[in-house]
């Protein structure tokens, strides 16, 4: 009860704050790739539920059209230009504060991934399901510790660890991590899918 509290206050004042960040961002993607702005895709949440997460959009449009759901590689040309300086900040997860005003996610825990790809992870390692135990995060373990091509199977390791072990201090603790990640510029180095 008290995470998900602060999940509600800290990401109502962060909005609120962002708002000249998403007045920016808006204006540097419709001058780069015209519209839209906001990119929007299923993700699995807590007990298997699926919802729809929210981003600013840092690749082409319609990059799926021809290859269907595929993760994106680290020089992606399907990335623009304003969409690498987004993933390297990670400026373009600001919509995702109202995934956590809403519920859909908290600030720490193990990332939502696609319905497509949570498909074949269970099949492969039937334990991946239990990283619905919890709510997804923004950020978490392995966005921390792992690195964007790090093998699924050990970015599970790290997921479920958090699952198991998880509480306000970890979590305290990956929250200062992802924003000096943030401050440094280097999620372009790390993090995960459309990201």
Not at 101 to 111: I, L, T, Y
Not at 116 to 132: G, K, L, Q, T
Not at 141 to 154: G, M
């Amino acid at each position: 009860m008290f995470k998900r509290a602060a999940d509600i206050v800290v990401s109502g004042c962060a909005l609120v704050a962002s708002l000249p960040f998403w007045a920016a961002i808006a204006t540097a993607i419709l001058l780069e790739d015209g519209w839209p702005i906001l990119y929007s895709q299923a993700r699995v949440g807590r007990g298997g539920r699926a919802f729809r997460v929210f981003k600013f959009r840092s690749m082409i449009k319609d990059a799926e059209r021809y290859s269907g759901p595929v993760l994106a590689e680290e020089d992606d040309p399907r990335i623009t230009q304003v969409g690498r300086i987004l993933r390297r900040t990670a400026l373009d997860e600001i919509p995702q504060l109202v995934n956590i005003f809403k519920g859909d996610m908290s600030w720490v825990g193990p990332r939502p991934e696609r319905p497509e790809f949570v498909r074949d992870f269970v099949r492969a390692m039937p334990e991946y399901a239990r990283r619905h135990d919890v709510r997804p995060g923004l950020t978490g373990t392995a966005q921390v510790y792992a690195r964007y091509h790090t093998d699924p199977a050990e970015k599970l390791k790290y997921d479920l660890h958090y699952v198991e072990h998880g509480n306000l201090m970890v979590d305290f603790r990956l929250f200062v991590k992802s924003w000096l990640i943030t401050a440094k510029g280097r999620w372009d180095a790390k993090a995960d899918a459309e990201r």
